[in-house]
């Protein structure tokens, strides 16, 4: 019975192990499709913002070390959470900003129009960035607890199982094997009570027949010495 409920718990989680390879199988090729859309999508929004950035510097000079002066704390930040796919957390990056643009109105009297475009293009790439970020590495993630969910799948399968499988079908031989040593056992039992009873019949039959062959024997004898 041990045997049975293990190879029943062996099948069960092989069937739960199964299901979690399929859903995890199903959102990995889901990402791997958002991996390679974000990626052609990174090209184009990397060029346009290549572009932007020569248009600014045309139209307001080079601006870099002013940038840079003026740095005092990021306002574009990452933030993480987690989403839970069958059992799996996998980690989710976000951007936001944080407070308020500290170079909003820089360059309206010169080249205003060229900067807006310029950091609503970097801000998108930064977007996207992040955005590709976070599903290559729900993606390294998805690709290692797959490879590790098939390994225990196909243990269990390939392994487990027909290991509980051939322990019961050996148990189940020795039990067949003990059944007919037992009923040869009992068998033989039953003909040696069966030959006991015959002989105890066969003595029966003999006692009586030797009992009448001494009377008939008697018999003749009272006669002979009768007629003598």
């Given at each position: 019975?041990?045997?049975?409920?293990?190879?029943?718990?062996?099948?069960?989680g092989?069937?739960?192990?199964?299901?979690?390879?399929?859903?995890?199988?199903?959102?990995?090729?889901?990402?791997?499709?958002?991996?390679?859309?974000t990626?052609?999508?990174?090209?184009?929004?990397?060029?346009?913002?290549?572009?932007?950035?020569?248009?600014?510097?045309?139209?307001?000079?080079?601006?870099?070390?002013?940038?840079?002066?003026?740095?005092?704390?990021?306002?574009?930040?990452?933030?993480?959470?987690?989403?839970?796919?069958?059992?799996?957390?996998?980690?989710?990056?976000e951007?936001?900003?944080?407070?308020?643009?500290?170079?909003?109105?820089?360059?309206?009297?010169?080249?205003?129009?060229?900067?807006?475009?310029?950091?609503?293009?970097?801000?998108?790439?930064?977007?996207?960035?992040?955005?590709?970020?976070?599903?290559?590495?729900?993606?390294?993630?998805?690709?290692?607890?797959?490879?590790?969910?098939?390994?225990?799948?196909?243990?269990?399968?390939?392994?487990?199982?027909?290991?509980?499988?051939?322990?019961?079908?050996?148990?189940?031989?020795?039990?067949?094997?003990?059944?007919?040593e037992?009923?040869?056992?009992?068998?033989?039992?039953?003909?040696?009570?069966?030959?006991?009873?015959?002989?105890?019949?066969?003595?029966?039959?003999?006692?009586?027949?030797?009992?009448?062959?001494?009377?008939?024997?008697?018999?003749?004898?009272?006669?002979?010495?009768?007629?003598?």
């Amino acid at each position: 019975m041990l045997m049975k409920f293990r190879l029943q718990g062996a099948q069960k989680g092989h069937g739960l192990l199964k299901k979690k390879a399929d859903a995890l199988q199903m959102r990995f090729r889901m990402i791997l499709g958002k991996i390679i859309e974000t990626k052609t999508l990174m090209g184009e929004v990397m060029k346009e913002a290549a572009f932007s950035l020569a248009e600014a510097k045309f139209a307001t000079g080079d601006f870099n070390q002013v940038v840079l002066q003026n740095v005092t704390k990021a306002q574009i930040k990452i933030r993480s959470k987690k989403d839970n796919v069958a059992g799996v957390n996998l980690p989710i990056f976000e951007s936001y900003q944080d407070g308020t643009d500290t170079y909003e109105l820089a360059g309206l009297a010169r080249g205003g129009q060229q900067l807006a475009k310029l950091k609503k293009n970097y801000q998108r790439a930064v977007k996207l960035l992040v955005e590709l970020a976070s599903l290559q590495t729900s993606f390294v993630t998805l690709d290692e607890v797959i490879k590790i969910t098939n390994r225990r799948v196909n243990a269990i399968e390939h392994v487990i199982i027909p290991r509980i499988e051939r322990t019961l079908a050996y148990i189940i031989s020795e039990l067949d094997e003990l059944e007919r040593e037992e009923f040869y056992r009992l068998k033989k039992i039953q003909d040696k009570k069966k030959i006991a009873k015959a002989k105890v019949r066969l003595g029966l039959i003999l006692l009586i027949f030797y009992y009448y062959i001494f009377i008939i024997i008697f018999n003749f004898t009272n006669i002979f010495v009768f007629i003598d």
